[in-house]
């Protein structure tokens, strides 16, 4: 408990922080950043544009005050409940599941490292003997702030290009992040690879064979600026041949079968021995979208076919699955828990037409009805918050009808009837009385319920009813592969990634169950 109280402070007031000195600081920046892309979530300011956002602050201050509170608490000199401790170390003999917690905790703290493991923009620049944090910052860095000139200049900074030209002049250095790509709106030029050449034939690294594909000189390799590309079959030219000049315009066409030319045209300006002579890299292997792994690159699980790299996409998507089951939990559980204690502490004609409403709600067909609501939102209202919105409209209703009954054995027995006899109020003996008392219930659910969040969202993105398109979703990606079977990357990390989350939970899910179960003698033991 300490630790999560400390944590939750910490977060809180490093996001209080970062909004009053304008910083943005890992996963402490999310509050701040939904408040102003949501509606309703901000105040309005001048000329439509997002004005004070409350939601923000609201998130920070409630974080704090929670978090203090726990501190307080776990220093009040109370003792540790018996039960609770001889159900935790119930957990921890599982091992399975106390492992698998520990790798849920880890990937919790990577995925909330966000830019900082995750981004195209640098964690710091040192220009000019000067340092500059632009990953940590709002707003956007410019080129011009980095010495760039031309058409360009008032665009956002390019770091990784800027990485490389600082390191070639020697006028500053760039840290960028472990992997230095956005998971969504930043498309990677067609991904290169080395070609050998062995007794005039060329070898892709490594390969045994000769290799066969698209091959490419390059104006610029890092940019994608291609200078000739070149059909290769068994290690020689065969096939069509094109060529650019420096400024993208298509100058050059010719033929080439078993390594011998056939013909060529040349349209440019100047001569066309000149254009073929200019110094442009080496030959290399030309992967367009989706380009398979390429460690030796940087591109360690390749790009999917809108050309984003896979391993941030699927960081992101872990960000997302965070971000919604933090959400989601709490909604359902308070919705839930509110409205079953209501019904089975009540009963009566509460309890018959709260039970009509769940029912007429369990028989409407779920994916049908996400759909229709789906698509009449609004483009630019449709993200997380609209989805999750939905989700919870459906989601709460299996945990009042544990709460319900629960509530129901209960509520006859001696410590409430005692409860009422000193004089406690309803809500206390709801929520201090009866809830204590279903709190293995509660924990119990937790990972299932996450795990079901989970599902869903993959499935509705994967039908393409989900989020938009600039969340880096799972579903999505398993989209792409099933659609690029020649690219079986892109359905084998998605699915391993998918899989292996879901079996942590369950398993993490089933340990929880053992150990909250009161019988001493069960399967694991």
Same mark, same amino acid.
């Given at each position: 408990?300490?630790?999560?109280?400390?944590?939750?402070?910490?977060?809180?007031?490093?996001?209080?922080?970062?909004?009053?000195?304008?910083?943005?600081?890992?996963?402490?920046?999310?509050?701040?950043?939904?408040?102003?892309?949501?509606?309703?979530?901000?105040?309005?300011?001048?000329?439509?544009?997002?004005?004070?956002?409350?939601?923000?602050?609201?998130?920070?201050?409630?974080?704090?005050?929670?978090?203090?509170?726990?501190?307080?608490?776990?220093?009040?000199?109370?003792?540790?409940?018996?039960?609770?401790?001889?159900?935790?170390?119930?957990?921890?003999?599982?091992?399975?599941?106390?492992?698998?917690?520990?790798?849920?905790?880890?990937?919790?703290?990577?995925?909330?490292?966000?830019?900082?493991?995750?981004?195209?923009?640098?964690?710091?620049?040192?220009?000019?003997?000067?340092?500059?944090?632009?990953?940590?910052?709002?707003?956007?860095?410019?080129?011009?702030?980095?010495?760039?000139?031309?058409?360009?200049?008032?665009?956002?900074?390019?770091?990784?290009?800027?990485?490389?030209?600082?390191?070639?002049?020697?006028?500053?250095?760039?840290?960028?992040?472990?992997?230095?790509?956005?998971?969504?709106?930043?498309?990677?030029?067609?991904?290169?690879?080395?070609? !050998?050449? %062995?007794?005039?034939?060329? =070898?892709? $690294?490594?390969?045994?064979?000769? +290799? &066969? #594909?698209?091959?490419?000189?390059?104006?610029?390799?890092?940019?994608?600026?291609?200078?000739?590309?070149?059909?290769?079959?068994?290690?020689?030219?065969?096939?069509?041949?094109?060529?650019?000049?420096?400024?993208?315009?298509? !100058?050059? %066409?010719?033929?080439?079968? =078993?390594? $011998?030319?056939?013909?060529?045209? +040349? &349209? #440019?300006?100047?001569?066309?021995?000149?254009?073929?002579?200019?110094?442009?890299?080496?030959?290399?292997?030309?992967?367009?979208?989706?380009?398979?792994?390429?460690?030796?690159?940087?591109?360690?699980?390749?790009?999917?076919?809108?050309?984003?790299?896979?391993?941030? =996409?699927?960081?992101?998507?872990?960000?997302?699955?965070?971000?919604?089951?933090?959400?989601?939990?709490?909604?359902?559980?308070?919705?839930?828990?509110?409205?079953?204690?209501?019904?089975?502490?009540?009963?009566?004609?509460?309890?018959?037409?709260?039970?009509?409403?769940?029912?007429?709600?369990?028989?409407?067909?779920?994916?049908?009805?996400?759909?229709?609501?789906?698509?009449?939102?609004?483009?630019?209202?449709?993200?997380?918050?609209?989805?999750?919105?939905?989700?919870?409209?459906?989601?709460?209703?299996?945990?009042?009808?544990?709460?319900?009954?629960?509530?129901?054995?209960?509520?006859?027995?001696?410590?409430?009837?005692?409860?009422?006899?000193?004089?406690?109020?309803?809500?206390?003996?709801?929520?201090?009385?009866?809830?204590?008392?279903?709190?293995?219930?509660?924990?119990?659910?937790?990972?299932?319920?996450?795990?079901?969040?989970?599902?869903?969202?993959?499935?509705?993105?994967?039908?393409?009813?989900?989020?938009?398109?600039?969340?880096?979703?799972?579903?999505?990606?398993?989209?792409?592969?099933?659609?690029?079977?020649?690219?079986?990357?892109?359905?084998?990390?998605?699915?391993?990634?998918?899989?292996?989350?879901?079996?942590?939970?369950?398993?993490?899910?089933?340990?929880?169950?053992?150990?909250?179960?009161?019988?001493?003698?069960?399967?694991?033991?």
């Amino acid at each position: 408990m300490r630790a999560i109280a400390i944590f939750l402070t910490a977060l809180g007031a490093l996001a209080a922080t970062g909004e009053i000195r304008g910083l943005a600081f890992p996963t402490a920046r999310w509050f701040f950043d939904a408040s102003r892309e949501v509606p309703g979530l901000h105040f309005t300011g001048a000329g439509g544009d997002p004005g004070w956002p409350w939601f923000g602050w609201c998130c920070a201050a409630l974080m704090m005050v929670a978090g203090m509170a726990m501190l307080v608490r776990s220093w009040g000199g109370r003792h540790h409940n018996p039960v609770t401790e001889a159900r935790w170390r119930r957990f921890r003999a599982i091992k399975r599941g106390h492992v698998s917690l520990v790798i849920l905790l880890l990937m919790g703290g990577i995925a909330a490292l966000d830019q900082v493991v995750v981004g195209k923009r640098a964690l710091a620049v040192n220009y000019q003997g000067k340092w500059v944090f632009p990953a940590f910052l709002p707003t956007e860095v410019k080129n011009s702030d980095f010495g760039g000139t031309g058409d360009d200049a008032g665009a956002e900074a390019d770091c990784r290009a800027l990485k490389r030209r600082l390191e070639k002049s020697g006028e500053g250095r760039v840290i960028l992040p472990l992997v230095p790509y956005d998971p969504t709106g930043d498309t990677l030029p067609p991904r290169s690879s080395s070609l !050998v050449q %062995r007794e005039g034939l060329y =070898y892709e $690294a490594g390969a045994i064979h000769p +290799y &066969s #594909g698209m091959v490419a000189r390059f104006h610029d390799e890092p940019n994608g600026t291609i200078h000739l590309r070149h059909a290769m079959r068994n290690g020689v030219f065969s096939g069509a041949v094109d060529g650019w000049d420096a400024a993208g315009e298509r !100058v050059y %066409r010719a033929t080439y079968q =078993y390594g $011998a030319l056939l013909e060529d045209h +040349y &349209s #440019g300006s100047g001569e066309k021995a000149d254009f073929l002579a200019l110094p442009t890299g080496a030959l290399r292997v030309l992967r367009y979208h989706p380009a398979p792994p390429m460690p030796g690159e940087g591109c360690l699980l390749g790009t999917t076919s809108q050309g984003y790299d896979v391993l941030a =996409y699927l960081y992101g998507g872990l960000q997302v699955n965070f971000k919604a089951a933090l959400i989601y939990l709490p909604a359902i559980y308070l919705i839930g828990i509110s409205i079953g204690l209501l019904m089975g502490y009540f009963g009566g004609w509460f309890d018959l037409v709260v039970q009509r409403v769940i029912e007429v709600f369990s028989n409407m067909p779920f994916l049908f009805i996400v759909i229709i609501l789906s698509s009449m939102v609004p483009e630019r209202f449709k993200g997380l918050p609209v989805i999750l919105t939905i989700l919870v409209g459906f989601g709460w209703m299996g945990m009042t009808f544990l709460m319900r009954t629960a509530a129901y054995r209960d509520r006859e027995r001696d410590y409430i009837a005692a409860a009422r006899v000193i004089g406690a109020g309803t809500p206390r003996i709801l929520f201090f009385h009866l809830l204590p008392n279903t709190v293995a219930i509660l924990v119990t659910l937790v990972p299932f319920t996450i795990s079901g969040l989970i599902f869903s969202l993959t499935s509705l993105d994967y039908l393409g009813f989900g989020l938009p398109v600039r969340y880096a979703t799972w579903g999505r990606l398993l989209q792409d592969g099933i659609a690029n079977l020649s690219a079986p990357w892109l359905v084998t990390a998605t699915f391993v990634m998918l899989v292996g989350t879901l079996v942590l939970i369950t398993f993490v899910g089933e340990a929880v169950r053992e150990a909250f179960d009161p019988k001493k003698f069960t399967y694991y033991r």
